[in-house]
């Protein structure tokens, strides 16, 4: 798992840390909200079209190739945004990040799923969706600090320093990303036909819920945050607030679910989530914003590990990587969606209706877990 998380952090923060320097830059150059909105959306463009096939690629020919395209990839995203600061290199930033990540993700994801025996594999996910708190934190103090201090183009340049370590890995150390190859059924596959098991088909819906309430979040909160006056160092820190708490509720996850049911941890959770998006609208302060964005995180934190436990313990021989695209496929309609709406619902009657919005998809992700 150690070299695992080296190729995860870096590339998750920079996905992470350049949305928020994306969003910002692009206020800044007169951007409206439902301009920010595509920005957003064009994160999962692309992967809403290659995530099944990058799975398919993973199970094929293992986890390296696809791994080192993601890297090269993000490398090239974050350098296009430093050497080119208009709005025409920030669509392209987003297509290539996205681009980037859909195919480091869902490799990294079969590879974790791969490690150890059958039972470690809940504390396997736990411990990956714990360096997606570490990366989203640094990604956002990475942003928000050099935006303030050295400007947007320097921000980009050092997510793109970040990227060295990963492909240095992947190019000189290439075993560790070896996995058991399961054999798969020979007939003629579709993606779809996955959601024919009904246990799968509910992680999948449930996950793809839960990543639509976190971007939700990613996207908005900054916009929200910069209306109301606040910088960008603190808004860093207030995304940075929020990242810290969910790796507080995921490393506490394993001694939750010795004592909860893993549908009750998600019901109560969520629950948790949704009343801190009820107040976000009348709060305008850092201190209020951090406070209540820590226990946003608190409840979110622990749906991601759940999510794609569930769904890895319920693939088909030979299909997981399949399965992780599939579900990253759904997982990016969310992508696309909650940014546009967001974007022309706040444009048309402010901040209130889409946090709100996102404390009703949380209620919907707690009714499902009790069925």
Not at 33 to 51: E, H
Not at 279 to 290: D, I, V
Not at 313 to 337: K, Q, W
Request: with cysteine.
């Amino acid at each position: 798992m150690p070299l695992i998380l080296l190729l995860s952090i870096p590339i998750h923060a920079c996905y992470m840390g350049s949305k928020v320097v994306v969003s910002l830059l692009a206020l800044d150059l007169g951007a409206s909200q439902i301009l920010i909105g595509v920005l957003t959306a064009l994160y999962a463009l692309v992967p809403m079209f290659m995530a099944v096939y990058s799975g398919r690629l993973t199970d094929r020919i293992g986890m390296r190739v696809p791994l080192l395209i993601g890297s090269l990839l993000t490398a090239a995203a974050m350098l296009c945004g430093s050497l080119w600061q208009q709005l025409p290199a920030l669509f392209a930033t987003a297509t290539l990040m996205g681009a980037a990540f859909v195919f480091h993700n869902v490799a990294i994801q079969n590879l974790t799923g791969s490690r150890g025996r059958p039972e470690d594999r809940a504390g396997n996910f736990s411990i990956l969706t714990i360096s997606y708190s570490v990366s989203t934190f640094i990604g956002s103090m990475i942003a928000g600090f050099s935006i303030e201090y050295a400007g947007h183009g320097r921000a980009f340049l050092s997510f793109a320093l970040l990227t060295i370590l990963p492909i240095a890995v992947l190019i000189f150390h290439p075993r560790f990303t070896r996995a058991p190859v399961q054999g798969a059924e020979k007939k003629e596959r579709r993606a779809l036909d996955l959601l024919r098991d009904p246990p799968l088909r509910r992680a999948v819906i449930i996950g793809g819920l839960m990543i639509a309430s976190d971007e939700l979040y990613g996207f908005y909160m900054p916009i929200h945050a910069y209306s109301a006056g606040l910088s960008a160092s603190s808004i860093g820190l207030i995304l940075g607030t929020y990242a810290a708490a969910t790796f507080i509720s995921r490393l506490l996850l394993p001694f939750i679910t010795r004592r909860v049911q893993p549908n009750e941890v998600i019901f109560w959770f969520m629950l948790l989530s949704a009343s801190g998006f009820l107040l976000l609208p009348a709060l305008t302060t850092f201190h209020l914003l951090a406070l209540v964005s820590f226990f946003i995180g608190i409840g979110s934190g622990v749906g991601p590990p759940l999510a794609m436990t569930l769904a890895y313990n319920r693939s088909p021989a030979g299909r997981t990587g399949e399965v992780a695209g599939l579900r990253l496929t759904l997982n990016n309609v969310a992508r696309i969606v909650i940014p546009l709406a967001s974007g022309m619902l706040g444009a048309a009657l402010g901040s209130a209706p889409v946090f709100w919005m996102n404390a009703a998809n949380l209620a919907a992700i707690s009714w499902l877990s009790r069925r």
